[in-house]
T-cell receptor, first 112, second 115 residues
């Protein structure tokens, strides 16, 4: 079983739609959680951190459920420019420090 | 300001050839990470440096992979006797301090193709 699991998609949605992505992680010792965005043939960039209390940044809302080891991302009023791959990321402490573990990513295509 | 830079951006190698990939982190960043991203997959952790010390190399797939950061700034990932399964994008990331919750800033990656 992969440490971080996501539905790879693609999710094809019309402009203006609301879309939700889910992610589960297997290591209960995971410490911090993120969503990264990766455009085609580009590097990943941090979209937002994820907290148990839930956090919102404009049209984006992220939520963490530690008991279920589940992370979500909600995008409201989706734009063409939201088309990208969304990577669920978990930060775990290792013997030497910390490392990020990425899911395979969920591909989003927003269409006219 | 300048972000993380990597060179070369693209590398084509014949099977069995050695390659060296370079990462210039953001100036002053203490921590540096290497990741391997195969097509259609998320990045996978390879190794981590804090200054010049390599604190975690658990993700290196074989002893053909070697990374160094001798002066605590620029890092080089070396792959010896490349194989076709080494074809991937190699990403470097850095953080300003100890990476507990620090944002990792990624470079553009080096796309390695092994023929």
């Amino acid at each position: 079983r992969k440490e971080v699991e996501q539905d790879p998609g693609p999710f094809n949605v019309p402009e203006g739609a609301t879309v939700a992505f889910n992610c589960t992680y297997s290591n209960s010792a995971s410490q911090s959680f993120f969503w990264y965005r990766q455009d085609c043939r580009k590097e990943p960039k941090l979209l937002m951190s994820v907290y148990s209390s839930g956090n919102e940044d404009g049209r984006f809302t992220a939520q963490l459920n530690r008991a279920s080891q589940y992370i979500s991302l909600l995008i409201r009023d989706s734009k063409l420019s939201d088309s990208a791959t969304y990577l669920c990321v978990v930060n775990m402490r290792t013997g030497g420090g910390n490392k990020l573990t990425f899911g395979t990513g969920t591909q989003l295509k927003v269409e006219l | 300001g300048a972000g993380v830079s990597q060179s070369p951006r693209y590398k084509v190698a014949k099977r069995g050839q050695d390659v060296a990939l370079r990462c210039d982190p953001i100036s002053g960043h203490v921590s540096l990470f290497w990741y391997q991203q195969a097509l259609g997959q998320g990045p996978e952790f390879l190794t981590y440096f804090q200054n010049e010390a390599q604190l975690d190399k658990s993700g290196l797939p074989s002893d053909r992979f070697f990374a160094e950061r001798p002066e605590g700034s620029v890092s080089t990932l070396k792959i010896q006797r490349t194989q076709q399964e080494d074809s991937a994008v190699y990403l470097c990331a850095s953080t300003p301090g100890h990476p507990s919750t620090d944002t990792q800033y990624f470079g553009p990656g080096t796309r390695l193709t092994v023929l």
